[in-house]
């Protein structure tokens, strides 16, 4: 029988198919090397840039300050660090701006990262100084059975914090993307990652010479923090269709 000259041959209709899938990715896969490197190192660029920032201004408004800090510390205890936490968010979220800009609004994508690390961070800080002040009022020394589910309720409430970043991001997300409802979830994901990766570091402790130990594990720990947080959302960005 002959066929139908006018019907598409099927290495037309896979291709075709191909380019609509590809058109109605958030990230075209063509693009999907080169973002997923900028936007890690932009994360990483923001972490290491947004800590020395608002530990430098720690250090400002202490040293200018020091009388009135001195008067009433709790007070300026909490306002020092939640203007220093704003500082470092909305770095780290105009960092990845720069990248995620070219797909979606940058400025609202500052904005929802500012905001989200802002309320994660203040929760998590909050549920883990409850968590302490429990262990403190009981006064007596901890068993170690007793040390060890404090700590997972600590780890447990920073990881379920990720929760509040995701949700602001997720509210930008959805103008642009179909399906991004599982984006509330992924900040904590990355959020148990570096939490299993800091237990594992503790294990390899002894390995280290004790006079280097604490600065080797500081860094150690902050590296991956911020490689993590810059790998999961990219992968999750390139993943994403368009609305």
């Known amino acids: 029988m002959q066929s ?16 609509n899938l590809n058109s109605r990715l958030l990230i075209p896969r063509s693009q999907r090397r080169r973002f997923f490197f900028q936007f890690t190192l ?10 020395i920032v608002s530990i430098a201004l720690e250090r400002i408004i202490l040293a200018s300050l020091a009388s009135a800090v ?9 306002w020092i660090r939640l203007l220093s ?7 780290f979220g105009a960092d990845q701006a720069l990248i995620v800009r070219r797909y979606l609004s940058g ?39 007793v040390s060890a589910i404090l700590g997972f309720l600590s780890t447990i409430s920073y990881i379920i914090s990720g929760i509040w970043l995701g949700l602001c991001q997720w509210l930008v997300l959805r103008r642009y993307t179909a399906g991004a409802w599982w984006w509330n979830f992924l900040p904590s994901i990355s959020f148990f990652c570096i939490s299993l990766l800091i237990w594992l570091l503790s294990f390899g402790q002894n390995l280290i010479p ?8 500081y860094w ?13 959302p990219a992968i999750g960005l390139c993943t994403l269709k368009r609305n």
């Open 70 to 78: 001195a008067s009433q510390p709790q007070i300026w205890s909490i």
């Open 107 to 145: 400025w609202r994508w500052m904005l929802a990262t500012s905001a989200g690390w802002l309320i994660a961070s203040s929760v998590a800080t909050a549920w883990i100084t409850y968590i302490a002040s429990i262990a403190a009022s009981l006064n007596e020394a901890l068993t170690p059975e």
């Open 85 to 91: 936490t704003m500082v470092f968010a909305i770095v």
């Open 42 to 51: 932009m994360t990483i660029l923001g972490w290491v840039v947004g800590g």
């Open 4 to 19: 139908d000259s006018n019907s598409p041959s099927p290495s037309y209709v896979a291709s075709s198919t191909n380019s």
């Open 210 to 217: 004790e006079v280097n130990r604490t600065a080797i594990l």
């Open 220 to 232: 150690s720990e902050q590296g991956f923090t911020a490689v993590i947080l810059g790998v999961i």
